[in-house]
């Protein structure tokens, strides 16, 4: 008897490409949307999937997706985000597990990654996320932005890729950057994630080589080689902002403060 699988997913404006996701895991068992108030055609494209559709103020990316994986009614789970979606060959991988039945108590997929005005080489080394898991084991971290499933038991990987159709355009791609690392400060600061200024001048550069060639971005052309410039800006930041905060709260200078809020 095959094992029934919840598909579940957290949305915000996400017309563009949540019909493509949904498209995806429409074989599966029973699909969750959890939704932070739409304006966008959002909610009619899930309700059109026949989703168990429900709508809940936004309260940080790990407890939305814990909120909506608690409103599924299978023990397994299979997390999307609405950008992302399954390819045909990771479909029948994962319905063929399923059928089996599960040997792990988790699964990792290679994810393929939109960049830009192109879909990645297939020679370039995929990260694995895990979306796969037996919800007794597991739960959605408790991380500001990068919220991710974290299963207590044997995870394992499978072969076929799942698409990410992220950021269509730099502009974009470096605004949610900035976003994310501002969001990220006081999660780090909170774990003493502080960093020394050597680590933030050298690790960027050092990440750069990491994704352009060690993770071949160098294969998918101009696209590759911005999206690695990108990525290693994005360290930086990381590391730039949690020492700016430090700097400021202990390099107070009373009279350029005072100026600030008599200027606003």
């Known amino acids: 008897m095959s094992t029934p699988v919840s598909a579940f997913i957290t949305t915000y404006n996400n017309a563009r490409t949540l019909r493509r996701c949904l498209e995806s895991v429409a074989w599966a068992d029973e699909i969750v949307v959890l939704d932070s108030f739409s304006s966008d055609e959002?909610?009619?494209i899930a309700q059109e999937f026949g989703a168990r559709f429900a709508q809940h103020a936004f309260m940080g990316y790990g407890p939305q997706k814990q909120m909506a994986l608690e409103m599924t009614r299978n023990n397994w789970v299979l997390l999307l985000d609405a950008d992302e979606a399954?390819?045909?060959a990771s479909q029948k991988e994962i319905q063929s597990l399923m059928e089996?039945?599960?040997e792990a108590d988790g699964y990792t997929l290679p994810r393929m990654e939109q960049i830009f005005w192109r879909m990645a080489h297939p020679g370039t080394r995929h990260n694995?996320?895990?979306?796969?898991?037996?919800k007794r084991k597991g739960r959605i971290s408790d991380m500001p932005i990068h919220?991710?499933?974290?299963?207590?038991g044997t995870i394992r990987k499978l072969k076929q890729v799942f698409y990410h159709f992220g950021e269509i355009d730099i502009h974009t791609k470096v605004e949610k950057m900035n976003a994310y690392s501002t969001g990220l400060v006081d999660w780090r600061l909170q774990r003493g994630k502080h960093t020394s200024l050597f680590w933030?001048?050298?690790y960027p550069p050092l990440f750069f080589l990491r994704q352009y060639l060690f993770k071949r971005q160098f294969l998918n052309g101009r696209a590759g080689l911005y999206n690695s410039l990108i990525a290693a800006f994005y360290v930086f930041l990381k590391n730039a902002k949690v020492d700016e905060r430090i700097q400021m709260d202990t390099n107070k200078d009373p009279v350029i403060f005072q100026k600030d809020r008599q200027d606003s």
């Open 86 to 88: 399954l390819s045909p």
């Open 200 to 202: 933030t001048l050298t």
């Open 128 to 134: 694995h996320f895990l979306r796969l898991f037996d």
């Open 147 to 152: 919220a991710a499933p974290k299963v207590d």
């Open 100 to 102: 089996r039945g599960p």
């Open 42 to 44: 959002t909610p009619a």
